[in-house]
């Protein structure tokens, strides 16, 4: 039995790892790399596996660093099963149509930069590869034991990841003749505590265990704070008469903000200061968490006995189309705007940045971290002038930036999680992936008590027999 790592080795983003046995070969995660667009174009438009030769993909969570090459792949001749929680195949088919979309749009860009007779670049994938490969996904229920294979050679578990909606931790039980094998991919594995969401659940420990390892060597602010400094920043804005703008990513930051200013205003701390959801995608996805919302936290279901809606209020409203985020950018007086992308780098929070950053009154609140070459570093930097749209735009406006809602487990949630884990059982060989080489190092210390062997961390190619 092997496993090669194709992704998120020695790095965060594009997750893909291959499980191979004398007869069987399984794809987990098969997702983008996601950084300058000229790079994560060569990145992903080769695959180091043979698509038609796969004979499952198991999906953890619909985030594209996770699943946004799955249609590509699909296109390039796998016609297998996608297994995957239900939530997350919702969810999914709503973030790789918005990919598609955007393939589309940067093969154009692309091809604009091409010299000579150089055909012009086609997009990685289309609309009408997700749709082929949505028919191919099956929803699992968390919890329970679903065959991968007729002969009982591959069987899949899901957990509750605690990451985003839908997120799973994937327990497979691997036969390889007479060898079985117990697999763990941790997915992204969440914080406990956080909005919205139910605690990660420990395994049963596992013969070979690949865990990510993103903040592996921080320990994150707690979200509660988060939700005072919202009261703070958005009644000084009140006071001032300027506008906050917030940029944020459409799928789960969009939402634990809405649901913190919902509880906000309910609890009448919070007047009602008009605020704006500018972002049809986060709407759409917005509409998932209200359909799951009986598997969200303890917290959520309390909240449902008295309000029916954890993610509208009266103050909110939704804006739907293009026209009406421009007459946003005439209106005046205070109010608040939530827009994507949460690092600034397109989409209609570019438009209310230009507008906002001139002015002093204006408040930015950037909710995370934010990547270095993008926009929102320059403005997390402060910077005088912030670039947008080629032009150099003047910044008066307020820099607040917040850390607390972080959706990945820090080294106080992963050294839970391995504790727990390991009064069940126990962890042979342990890969880390999804981190950045000092992160990864720094998870590798902490937890080599917990695991029977030093933890590996596997760069980008690596095969191990397990």
Not at 13 to 34: A, K, N, P, V, W
Request: net charge negative; aromatic share 8%; hydrophobic share 35%.
């Amino acid at each position: 039995m092997k496993i090669t790592f194709l992704g998120a080795a020695g790095e965060v983003t594009g997750s893909q790892h291959l499980i191979e046995t004398s007869h069987r070969r399984i794809l987990l995660d098969c997702g983008f790399f996601q950084g300058r667009r000229d790079e994560s174009r060569r990145k992903n438009e080769t695959f180091h596996c043979d698509p038609k030769n796969l004979d499952a993909v198991v999906l953890s969570h619909a985030h594209i660093d996770h699943c946004g090459n799955l249609p590509q792949l699909y296109r390039k001749g796998f016609k297998g099963p996608v297994f995957c929680t239900d939530a997350t195949a919702d969810i999914a088919e709503i973030m790789l149509m918005d990919s598609a979309k955007i393939q589309k749009e940067d093969a154009k860009y692309l091809s604009k930069k091409l010299k000579g007779d150089h055909p012009p670049i086609e997009p990685l994938y289309t609309a009408e590869d997700v749709k082929g490969l949505i028919r191919n996904f099956e929803p699992c229920a968390f919890s329970k034991w679903y065959d991968l294979t007729d002969n009982n050679e591959v069987r899949l578990r899901f957990h509750p990841a605690g990451h985003v909606l839908g997120s799973a931790i994937v327990e497979l039980d691997v036969k390889d003749g007479s060898e079985q094998k117990r697999i763990v991919f941790s997915g992204d594995l969440g914080r406990r505590g956080m909005p919205l969401l139910r605690d990660p659940v420990p395994v049963e420990g596992a013969d070979v265990l690949v865990c990510e390892s993103t903040y592996g060597s921080r320990v994150h602010p707690p979200p509660q704070d988060i939700k005072n400094q919202l009261k703070k920043i958005i009644g000084e804005a009140y006071t001032r008469g300027g506008r906050v703008i917030i940029p944020a990513f459409s799928f789960g930051r969009t939402q634990q903000i809405v649901y913190f200013l919902n509880e906000l205003t309910n609890s009448g701390e919070l007047f009602c200061l008009p605020m704006f959801l500018d972002s049809p995608l986060a709407s759409r996805l917005t509409n998932v968490f209200r359909r799951y919302d009986h598997t969200l936290d303890a917290d959520v279901q309390e909240t449902l006995k008295h309000d029916d809606d954890p993610f509208g209020f009266s103050c909110l409203t939704e804006i739907e189309n293009q026209q009406q985020s421009i007459e946003l950018n005439r209106r005046r007086g205070a109010f608040v705007v939530i827009a994507a992308s949460g690092m600034c780098e397109n989409g209609r929070i570019v438009h209310h940045l230009k507008q906002a950053l001139p002015h002093e009154q204006n408040t930015v609140l950037l909710m995370g971290y934010q990547a270095p070459h993008t926009t929102g570093r320059q403005i997390a930097e402060r910077r005088e002038t912030i670039r947008i749209f080629g032009r150099n735009i003047e910044r008066k406006a307020n820099v607040i930036q917040l850390e607390g809602l972080s959706a990945h487990a820090d080294i106080v949630d992963f050294k839970w999680w391995f504790e727990e884990s390991t009064k069940r059982g126990h962890f042979g060989k342990v890969f880390l992936v999804h981190g950045e080489p000092d992160s990864a190092q720094a998870l590798s210390d902490t937890i080599r008590d917990y695991c029977d062997e030093d933890p590996i961390i596997p760069q980008f190619g690596d095969s191990f027999e397990v």
